[in-house]
């Protein structure tokens, strides 16, 4: 069973940045796929990004695409997300997970980690 830790969120100023990681533990994520989603307050998870085994495949939600970027260092077993140009409109608690489906739904992933909180200020 792989545990999933989140870190490096924080509280950022409009248009700042941050890096989140997520490392794992208990099992190489060599040969999956990971994701990143995000709850706001009194909201559901929504997708934000994923990438494939290798890394030569990304994709993302329309919202974030062009701000963040997501990565992996399968040598370290973590993924990072890179947000860039943060607006308000992205606080919410921010979560890794595994792919085990084909889609981008919160149901294709599992494994989930605790969350790291992200607040942007205006």
């Known amino acids: 069973q792989v545990q999933l830790v989140e870190s490096g969120g924080g509280l950022v100023q409009a248009g700042g940045s941050l890096r989140l990681s997520c490392v794992a533990s208990?099992?190489?994520?060599?040969?999956?796929?990971m994701g990143w989603f995000r709850q706001a307050p009194g909201k559901e998870r929504e997708f934000v990004a994923t990438i494939n085994w290798s890394g030569s495949m990304r994709n993302y939600a329309d919202s974030v695409r062009g701000r963040f970027t997501i990565s992996r260092d399968n040598a370290k077993n973590t993924v990072y997300l890179q947000m860039n140009s943060l607006k308000p409109e992205d606080t919410a608690v921010y979560y890794c997970?595994?792919?085990?489906?084909?889609?981008?739904?919160?149901?294709?992933?599992?494994?989930w980690g605790q969350g790291t909180q992200v607040t942007v200020s205006s």
């Open positions: 997970a595994v792919r085990r489906g084909l889609h981008t739904t919160v149901v294709d992933f599992g494994s």
């Open positions: 208990g099992r190489t994520l060599t040969t999956y796929g």
